[in-house]
């Protein structure tokens, strides 16, 4: 009675090795399993980069709504206001913004006073939007207040002058000291109609949000001037809110309407950027489909690399089969080449797509140079530079798919050398 060797014995481990090393004469297999671990090693590499990549613009594209903006935007329905008109704004906002403040999970109420106007400086003029806030609630904003990066000027002179971002200060070529003239077409209300009012205020504080759209067209003016500015006295367009836990805003939004009054309603930096982060995970899942399918036909090398070791290794079979070898032990050798060569590519694809996660900026800074600059356009992507994030669920995916695929693809020529008849095989030796 012949005696059962166990799956994956010492000497199928032997024999693949023997045969992964192909002699000068059978130097074809040598070529297509260096192309086949090649190819997996890229397309892994390829795979790994661009989750990593798409990870990144999504966490700093989430960061800077998160850390530039009001997590939810309680504002007025119009309303009739004491005197009888038409308003949207709220006249008992301290009120509002107290209430609001006891809501679960907020952490800063602050009424502000929005307004598009024309700011110029020596000729130069663009549009800008300016929200008057109060300066302890300025302090609040993660990416503007206290604690920002690249930030320039003194912050606690807000009162006596204004806050702009580093793209209107680029645009109209304004330094600190400097003084912006902001003129609104709904100024001065006189006998003969409204005039446009015109002001000039010093840059006391220049901020850099980390969004293109943000530091070009934001700045902030205190509320008390801005109310009179905009014809806003003793009001206030809205209330920004800020959540300590903004991915739970969905849970907040009915207590904040309750404490908002009658006429609140909420707008939430979901409903304002949902339909991008939405067309992310769609641009996302599409990616991830055709990386994979270049990681199987990467992975098909292998395929071809053993086709042709099974048929140059025809004779061998047959003595082994000869010698008692079974077909479980002759699928397992030609399994083990398959699989070893999925495995070292996936390896070396899993290191270099790290690294490259890891040192994307350098790697970005010097193809910059090479293609002499303006490789990224900050007005078009919103953001300043290429990030990166390299999560472990993206490495895995990456990890599981190639072995995966490997593994799979390995079977099918290693069946065929299994199945092969040792008679045949030998007859014409």
Not at 186 to 201: E, H, I, K, L, Q
Request: a neutral charge; one cysteine or more; aromatic letters at 10%.
């Amino acid at each position: 009675m012949t005696r059962s060797t166990p799956p994956f014995a010492p000497f199928e481990w032997m024999i693949a090795w023997r045969y992964l090393r192909a002699r000068r004469a059978e130097g074809g297999v040598s070529v297509m399993t260096w192309i086949s671990l090649v190819g997996i090693t890229l397309a892994v590499f390829a795979l790994i980069a661009t989750l990593s990549v798409r990870a990144g613009f999504r966490a700093e594209f989430v960061d800077t709504i998160l850390g530039a903006n009001a997590h939810v935007t309680v504002y007025a329905g119009p309303h009739q206001a004491a005197d009888g008109r038409t308003i949207r704004s709220f006249e008992d906002y301290d009120a509002i913004a107290d209430r609001v403040v006891r809501v679960p999970f907020v952490t800063r109420a602050a009424p502000v006073v929005k307004g598009q106007v024309l700011a110029s400086n020596e000729g130069r003029s663009v549009g800008v939007e300016v929200t008057g806030i109060r300066e302890a609630d300025l302090r609040t904003i993660p990416r503007i207040g206290d604690g920002a990066e690249n930030a320039s000027g003194d912050i606690a002179r807000f009162d006596e002058g204004i806050a702009i971002g580093s793209g209107v200060a680029r645009e109209l070529g304004l330094q600190l000291g400097d003084r912006l003239r902001l003129t609104s077409p709904d100024g001065v209300r006189t006998a003969f109609g409204t005039s446009p009012r015109v002001s000039a205020y010093e840059v006391v504080y220049i901020f850099t949000a980390g969004r293109y759209d943000i530091d070009r067209t934001r700045v902030y003016m205190p509320l008390t001037e801005a109310q009179s500015y905009f014809n806003r006295e003793g009001m206030a367009d809205e209330i920004e809110v800020m959540l300590s836990r903004p991915e739970a805003v969905d849970e907040a939004v009915l207590p904040l309407i309750r404490a908002g009054g009658e006429h609140a309603m909420v707008w939430t930096w979901r409903d304002a950027s949902g339909a991008f982060l939405r067309a992310l995970d769609i641009e996302d899942n599409v990616m991830f489909i055709i990386l994979s399918i270049l990681v199987l036909i990467a992975a098909m090398n292998i395929v071809s690399g053993l086709i042709m070791l099974v048929k140059n290794k025809g004779r061998d079979i047959g003595i082994l089969r000869t010698m008692g070898l079974t077909e479980g032990s002759v699928l397992r050798v030609f399994f083990i080449c398959g699989a070893f060569t999925g495995i070292i590519g996936t390896v070396c694809g899993v290191v270099l797509g790290c690294l490259f996660a890891v040192y994307i900026d350098p790697i970005f800074s010097f193809v910059n140079y090479v293609a002499g600059g303006g490789v990224w356009d900050p007005s078009i992507r919103g953001i300043y530079a290429l990030p990166a994030k390299l999560q472990a669920v993206d490495v895995g995916a990456a990890v599981a798919l190639s072995l995966g695929l490997s593994f799979v693809v390995t079977i099918f020529p290693a069946r065929r050398a299994a199945r092969m008849n040792p008679v045949e095989a030998l007859r014409y030796e």
